[in-house]
């Protein structure tokens, strides 16, 4: 799993900045009981993208979909595999 040191130095590398807020908006259930491992299916999809956006505005767009596509290839995801639509499709697709 990417922490979120990882995911920060990412977004400087990629985009100048760290945009701490969006990674740990994206991560927030991580901790939870309900979801632990599985709260990339809460936030981890186009869904979560636009409500990133909303929150924080255009340019958590990129970063938000940087961290997931970081995220889902250490789940065996590739390009060429469908990007998840929402929490449903997520799970339809056999992520977690």
Known sequence: MSKFEDHCRESIAIFGKPYEEVHLWLDEFHTSEKYKM???????????????????????????RQHIISDLRQEGWTEQDPFPRDEAHYVRIGLF
Request: zero cysteines.
């Open 38 to 64: 599985r709260h990339r299916r809460v936030r981890h999809h186009e869904a979560g993208i636009k409500d990133a956006v909303r929150l924080f505005g255009e340019a958590a767009g990129p970063v938000a």
